[in-house]
């Protein structure tokens, strides 16, 4: 059985088919649509890693634009649904003892480490690091068997590739990383 669609109209589509009443019509109405990504529950670390290679022609190159990615990262709007749950809260709370009535940081993120590729492939280049160390309040640059010291301004200039972010209220840390 073959059918074919045609638009009729603003916001119709009008199907045909061939069945046994080939004069048998329905109409179907298209309606705006909006994908969104809603986090369920929170990790305590967030990484993401950033489209940066894309096909052209045969090869695959490197995507040279620079991504703006912030110091705090805040995803409440991507957890809509749970910031009106009272129950959430409360498990945010048993779940991080000790830090009870910090509401307002149960969606912030600190930006822990970002990940470089520095080249024009997929199949060559150069990674370094950028780390953050909590004890000393500094940001570190890794690449090969050079460590330096480096400012925020410079984290937020690099050419991300992947980014972690740590839950504001987490234990866990990154300290053991560099001990400067």
Request: aromatic fraction near 10%; proline fraction near 2%.
């Amino acid at each position: 059985s073959s059918s074919s669609s045609s638009i009729s109209g603003p916001g119709k589509a009008k199907r045909s088919g061939s069945s046994a009443d080939a004069s048998e019509t329905s109409t179907v109405t298209l309606r705006c649509a909006r994908k969104t990504n809603v986090i369920d529950q929170l990790p305590g670390v967030l990484h993401m890693q950033l489209k940066r290679f894309t096909w052209s022609g045969v090869r695959r190159e490197k995507i040279q634009s620079h991504v703006d990615f912030p110091l705090v990262l805040d995803v409440r709007a991507f957890c809509e649904h749970q910031a009106a749950d009272h129950t959430f809260w409360a498990e945010q709370r048993s779940a991080q003892e000790g830090h009870a009535g910090k509401e307002d940081e149960a969606f912030l993120y600190d930006l822990a480490a970002v990940v470089v590729h520095d080249g024009r492939g997929i199949n060559s280049g150069h990674y370094t690091a950028f780390c953050y160390n909590r004890g000393a309040q500094s940001w570190v640059h890794f690449n090969d068997s050079r460590v330096s010291l480096c400012s925020a301004e410079d984290v937020l200039q690099a050419q991300a590739y992947i980014l972690f972010y740590v839950h504001r209220n987490t234990t866990l840390s990154l300290d053991f990383l560099v001990d400067l």
